[in-house]
């Protein structure tokens, strides 16, 4: 059974609203009984498309493993914070979580960790006690949208990069892929250039790194300033799910649309229609579907004692991908059949 929380619930165990999580009468969850189902909690950075479709992914896991599982979106880092103590009271045998902010939110995942199973999906927070994480190297994924752009603008030029916010793990380690890459340097994903001034290359210039706070408006209103204030700019590189279509609608608004490239992340249907309509080169994909799945897999077994599902080195790979007008077809027709209702 999967259940989507999309509010926070305080004070002790809520049955009605929560069936899938039960509680002891001191509040904490122990191992579940011989022949009990665990009980799991998949919680999102946020609420988007793509946890949409990691909830399916979810959602059909808990059936293949016999689970009880809670999809909890939350609305910011408090929110998420607040989510995971009031989850910590009631009790669960099992918590896979995406990171808001990796480094502040260390003493909370560490609690978590000392009760429950702990695991991190989508973004790490590799200073925690964590099991394992789950999901790309979103280093090498910048990298992959580096070179996306590389194809879009083989002439270089001014490009500007847009984000969320950059606390998460995922967003800062994806970053600094894509100016290693445009930039052709070695290595730096253990570091972070600053945000407040030009970054320039032998061939490409980074005139900025706007945040956003996920507000789809915002990072649109950010690429029509930066197209007032550079003429010349020739490429925006969007680091989350909702900047594609976001940065094609200023592009369409300001008529420089096909003048300036747009390089982007994950599957939004707006995203893969502009591919296939030759308005965008290509964006990187994770795998928001398997994430949940996965996740629900490895809890399932880790609750059930079997650690065998564990690797040496922590982390289960989920390599991105590139998608583009070649391998499109296929990759939307899955993702549909993934995702759809059942009849």
């Known amino acids: 059974m999967v259940k989507s929380i999309g509010r926070f619930i305080a004070g002790a165990c809520v049955a009605a609203a929560l069936g899938a999580l039960g509680c002891n009468s001191n509040g904490s969850s122990g191992a579940p009984g011989a022949g009990a189902r665990p009980r799991l909690a998949y919680i999102t950075n946020g609420v988007a498309p793509f946890w949409t479709i990691a909830e399916k992914g979810v959602l059909d896991g808990a059936k293949e493993h016999n689970v009880d599982v809670s999809v909890v979106m939350p609305s910011d880092v408090n929110d998420q914070m607040h989510r995971v103590e009031d989850l910590l009271i009631r009790g669960v045998d099992g918590i896979a979580i995406s990171p808001i902010d990796a480094e502040n939110q260390v003493p909370l995942l560490n609690k978590a960790a000392a009760k429950t199973k702990l ?14 994480y789950i999901g790309i190297d979103n280093y ?6 580096g070179e996306l752009v590389k194809e879009a603008i083989p002439g270089g030029g001014k490009v ?10 995922n967003a800062r380690k994806r970053r600094q892929g894509v100016l290693d890459e445009l930039l052709d340097r070695p290595d730096t994903s253990a570091g972070m250039d600053p945000l407040g001034q030009e970054i320039k290359g032998e061939k490409y210039t980074v005139v900025a ?26 490429g925006l590189i969007g680091l989350n799910a909702y900047h594609t279509p976001a940065l094609l609608e ?64 922590r982390f289960i790979s989920l390599p991105a991908r590139k998608i583009q007008k070649g391998n499109l077809e296929p990759f939307w027709a899955d993702l549909k059949a993934k995702t759809a209702k059942p009849e």
């Open 119 to 132: 695991i991190t999906q989508d973004s790490d927070a590799p200073k925690s006690d964590r099991i394992v």
């Open 140 to 145: 090498v994924a910048g990298r992959m949208a």
């Open 160 to 169: 500007a990069i847009f984000v969320g916010r950059l606390e998460g793990d």
């Open 209 to 234: 790194t706007l945040t956003d706070q996920i507000d789809a408006a915002k990072a649109k209103s950010n690429a029509e300033d930066m197209m007032l204030a550079h003429p010349d700019l020739v």
């Open 250 to 313: 200023a592009l369409k608004q300001s008529g420089k649309l096909g003048k300036i490239q747009v390089v982007g992340f994950d599957e939004q249907d707006a995203t893969l229609q502009a591919i296939k309509d030759g308005q965008t080169v290509g964006t990187v994909v994770q795998n928001p579907y398997m994430y949940g799945k996965e996740s629900v897999r490895v809890l399932a077994a880790l609750v059930r004692g079997d650690t065998s599902v564990v690797p040496e080195n």
